[in-house]
């Protein structure tokens, strides 16, 4: 079983809805949690970053992580086309700081 | 400032060939991180380096697979010889560590190994 679970989709919204996506893991030693956007062809890029639990929010995109679940949720607001990406959680915990496990990504396409 | 650079973009080689990665981190970061990317197997860390020395490597499929990074500017991943099982995307990322371990990703090196 891998340490980190995510729907690898793909999710199709209408422009303007919210987007839900979440992984599961199994490491309770988690302590630090992104979510990272890729377009097609491109390399990952940082969205948000949470510090063990609770909830963060930036513009559009609100991040939570429940770790007496093992849960994280990323969502998108007032979704656009440009946010048609693949969307990866990535997590590590304080004594393998440098080892990020990442799922295995979720392919969201907006349409217009 | 440039981003992490990576070469070549796009890599195909022949089974059995020796193939070189290079790497630019972004400058003034301190840790540098090569992963592998396949539909089957998603993003996979394979090794990464603090300060030019390397601190894990358990992900290094096996010693066919060697990275170096010999200064702060530029490291290297080689597979010799190569497989086609070897073929995926790999990324360079790079990170100052603080306040955490925010990590830059390049563009990537698409291998294919006929």
């Known amino acids: 079983q891998k340490e980190v679970e995510q729907d690898p989709g793909p999710l199709s919204v209408p422009e303007g809805a919210i987007v839900s996506l979440n992984c599961t893991y199994s490491?309770?030693?988690?302590?630090?949690f992104m979510w990272y956007r890729q377009y097609s062809r491109k390399g990952p890029e940082l969205l948000m970053y949470?510090?063990?639990?609770g909830n963060k929010e930036d513009g559009r995109f609100t991040a939570q992580v429940d770790k007496s679940s093992k849960y994280i949720s990323l969502f998108i607001r007032d979704s656009q086309p440009s946010d048609s990406a693949t969307y990866l959680c990535?997590?590590?915990?304080?004594?393998?700081?440098?080892?990020?496990?990442f799922g295995a990504g979720t392919q969201v396409v907006v349409t217009p | 400032d440039a981003g992490v650079i990576q070469s070549p973009r796009h890599e195909v080689t022949e089974m059995g060939q020796e193939v070189t990665l290079r790497c630019k981190p972004i400058?003034?970061?301190?840790?540098l991180f090569w992963y592998r990317q396949t539909m089957m197997r998603g993003l996979e860390l394979l090794i990464y380096?603090?300060?030019?020395?390397?601190?894990?490597d358990s992900g290094m499929p096996e010693d066919r697979f060697s990275a170096k990074m010999p200064n702060a500017s530029f490291s290297t991943l080689k597979i010799q010889p190569s497989e086609p099982r070897d073929s995926a995307v790999y990324f360079c990322?790079?990170?100052?560590?603080?306040?955490?371990?925010?990590?830059?990703f390049g563009p990537g090196t698409r291998l294919t190994v006929l």
């Open positions: 990322a790079s990170s100052s560590g603080v306040p955490y371990n925010e990590q830059f």
């Open positions: 490491n309770s030693a988690f302590q630090y």
């Open positions: 949470t510090y063990s639990s």
């Open positions: 990535a997590m590590s915990g304080t004594d393998s700081w440098g080892k990020l496990q």
């Open positions: 400058s003034g970061h301190d840790y």
């Open positions: 380096f603090n300060n030019n020395v390397p601190i894990d």
